[in-house]
């Protein structure tokens, strides 16, 4: 696995030294002959079914990644992804570390999941999300309503996202924040995603649209956040090949174009 992964992964172990310590407290004061049984028994049995919910999720998320094979038991994974995922989120801040670090590496262990679904939709079933500030701020043919407004100028990569998402026959939608993502999504109904965002929209994005498919791409910010950012188009082209072929690009779709999008606009 990556190090970003593993990032992600060793904060949730350390997230889960609480619920060890309750255990231990449990059986080392015997709460048994201080509270009585019936309250120690039963502080005693959810914390025990709260760790092993949790490992277990933990090692099927590990099995997933590490075989490429996915499981049928999603109750694991939905306390990882609700339960545990906040609680590295702030064992990872206490640490030191950026939220957007960790927000990343929980990015990109969910790709790695998405992976492991085997996944195949129909091309009309693939729905492209891009956050509205890809389009450059000064351009007066505004996308958000329509990205036909869309001019193809060549200043900024909205021209080069419509063409590939004609290209494999993809839906294409823009939106504006993670409200208006989600309403999008709610309203055509995908059966998968490859959504462009920052880190911090794309882990509240995949919260809330799981179990359904969504692949993240963090997108790239040479002025800072939500003005004039970019995207590694590689990255969509490989999810694209993923989602309505089955498997991963072979051939990269060199993104020529990005960079020189990132460099022109500073």
């Given at each position: 696995m990556r190090i970003k992964k593993r990032l992600f992964f060793g904060l949730v172990i350390l997230s889960l030294l609480p619920v060890l310590a309750g255990l231990w407290f449990i059986l080392a004061f015997s709460l048994?002959?201080?509270?009585?049984?019936?309250?120690?028994?039963?502080?005693?049995?959810?914390?025990?079914?709260?760790?092993?919910?949790?490992?277990?999720?933990?090692?099927?998320?590990?099995?997933?990644i590490e075989t490429g094979k996915g499981i049928k038991v999603k109750l694991p994974l939905r306390l990882i992804i609700d339960v545990f995922y906040p609680m590295a989120l702030r064992a990872g801040t206490f640490l030191g570390l950026s939220r957007e670090k960790i927000q990343n590496s929980f990015v990109e262990v969910s790709n790695a999941l998405v992976k492991t679904t085997k996944v195949q939709a129909a091309p009309e079933e693939v729905?492209?999300?891009?956050?509205?500030?890809?389009?450059?701020?000064?351009?007066?043919?505004?996308?958000?309503?329509?990205?036909?407004?869309?001019?193809?100028?060549?200043?900024?990569?909205?021209?080069?996202?419509?063409?590939?998402?004609?290209?494999?026959?993809?839906?294409?939608?823009?939106?504006?924040?993670?409200?208006?993502?989600?309403?999008?999504?709610?309203?055509?109904?995908?059966?998968?995603?490859?959504?462009?965002?920052?880190?911090?929209?794309?882990?509240?994005g995949l919260q809330?649209?799981?179990?359904?498919?969504?692949?993240?791409?963090?997108?790239?910010?040479?002025?800072?956040?939500?003005?004039?950012?970019?995207?590694?188009?590689?990255?969509?082209?490989?999810?694209?090949?993923?989602?309505?072929?089955?498997?991963?690009?072979?051939?990269?779709?060199r993104c020529r174009h990005y960079e020189e999008v990132a460099s022109t606009s500073l």
């Open positions: 048994w002959e201080q509270f009585g049984h019936a309250l120690a028994i039963i502080a005693f049995i959810f914390l025990t079914v709260l760790l092993v919910l949790a490992v277990f999720g933990l090692l099927s998320m590990i099995y997933m729905l492209i999300l891009i956050p509205h500030c890809i389009q450059l701020s000064d351009c007066t043919h505004k996308i958000t309503v329509d990205i036909n407004n869309c001019r193809g100028c060549g200043r900024c990569q909205v021209s080069q996202i419509r063409e590939l998402a004609n290209d494999y026959g993809v839906d294409l939608a823009v939106a504006t924040g993670g409200g208006m993502a989600r309403r999008i999504i709610q309203q055509r109904k995908p059966k998968a995603v490859v959504a462009v965002a920052c880190e911090r929209d794309l882990t509240s809330e649209t799981f179990p359904l498919p969504v692949f993240g791409v963090v997108n790239l910010r040479p002025q800072g956040y939500c003005v004039n950012t970019a995207v590694d188009v590689d990255k969509l082209k490989s999810a694209l090949e993923f989602f309505v072929r089955g498997e991963p690009a072979n051939d990269a779709y």
